[in-house]
């Protein structure tokens, strides 16, 4: 099995900074993909940043300038960089890695999610 594991959620205050971390672990042959959702109360869940493999990474036009992804392949990592927060990036943010992984004696890829991290921008 293949686990995600995010820290770095928290309070912080309009136009503050807050850096979320996930890391993967488990049976991984590779990772393909890492990115970032957030789902805000009463609404759906959304991208707000991913990276893949050999392609540019992508941003909700919500958060382009002010957030900025990035992944440590070693270390099985990926990193969104939040600046300039609003109120409005009020969420809780979710990890997601796209991961080829060891099944009995096979590769197998699926996708799989974290458990979530809080993310509140207020004064």
């Given at each position: ?15 503050g ?10 049976s ?79 590769l ?16």
């Open positions: 099995q293949v686990h995600l594991v995010e820290s770095g959620g928290g309070l912080v205050q309009p136009g900074s807050l850096r979320l971390s996930c890391a993967a672990s488990g991984i042959f590779s990772v393909n993909a890492m990115g970032w959702y957030r789902q805000a109360p009463g609404k759906e869940r959304e991208l707000v940043a991913r990276i893949t493999n050999g392609v540019t990474p992508r941003y909700a036009d919500s958060v382009k300038g002010r957030f900025t992804i990035s992944r440590d392949k070693a270390k099985k990592t990926v990193y969104l960089q939040m600046n300039r927060l609003k109120p409005e990036d009020t969420a809780a943010y979710y990890c997601n890695a796209g991961v080829t992984y060891y099944r009995t004696s096979s197998v890829n699926d996708e799989f999610w974290g458990q979530g991290t809080q993310v509140t921008v207020s004064s």
